[in-house]
């Protein structure tokens, strides 16, 4: 049984700055991947950034590139995404993901198994 947990989430001011974390439990071992998405009241769930397991690889949506920074700590089983110079099109609901098996990581949000509950960001203007 997979379990991911996001936390970090907040109420935050235009330029501003938030880290969240999601916390992984389970078949952690078997993840061939992780990332974080998004979706804004009334748009699609849209992909935001993402890190491979094990060799630290990353991809980034251009809308979030040189802004935000996916991270991750194996040894507590934990992806972190740093958010800065936050503006208010970054209001959403962000979600984590995890892949499952030997894959290369991919922004496409139908290649994830696993999801967790999200965790609201609002940025203010």
């Known amino acids: 049984q997979v379990q991911l947990v996001e936390s970090g989430g907040g109420l935050v001011q235009a330029g501003g700055s938030l880290r969240l974390s999601c916390a992984a439990s389970?078949?952690?071992?078997?993840?061939?991947?992780m990332g974080w998405f998004r979706r804004a009241p009334g748009r699609e769930r849209e992909f935001g950034a993402a890190?491979?397991?094990?060799?630290?690889?990353?991809v980034y949506a251009d809308s979030v590139k040189g802004r935000f920074t996916i991270s991750r700590d194996n040894a507590k089983n934990t992806v972190y995404l740093q958010m800065n110079n936050l503006k208010p099109e970054d209001t959403a609901v962000y979600y984590c993901?995890?892949?499952?098996?030997?894959?290369?990581?991919?922004?496409?949000?139908?290649?994830?198994?696993?999801w967790g509950q999200g965790t609201q960001v609002t940025v203010s203007s």
């Open positions: 890190i491979s397991w094990n060799g630290g690889m990353t």
């Open positions: 993901a995890a892949r499952e098996g030997q894959h290369a990581v991919t922004p496409t949000v139908s290649r994830y198994d696993y």
């Open positions: 389970g078949r952690t071992f078997s993840f061939s991947y």
